[in-house]
């Protein structure tokens, strides 16, 4: 019951780190304030926890390793957007 729940979790998870990919693409300005960014910081956290979770609790099933596997993508693909995003506001600051 409890990797059920936890694969449902993940599939949330997923929903909400696509939501926040297209932001990012179409409205960045929106991530920058103080309730994107925690946002933001709770999708990362709960990618990296739901991933150590299912991490511990998949016995050598396919389908939770590859849920595991989807929660640290989302995790490490929103870790480098926020690294682009540092990278690219510290460029446009330095322009003229």
Known sequence: M????LLVLTVFLLAADATILYIWLAKWQKLATIPGMVGWGIAFLSGLLLYMILKKLSSGEKMVMVFSRLALGSAVLLCGLAVLT????????SMP
């Open 2 to 5: 409890l990797k059920k729940c």
């Open 86 to 93: 540092v990278l690219i506001t510290l460029t446009v600051r």
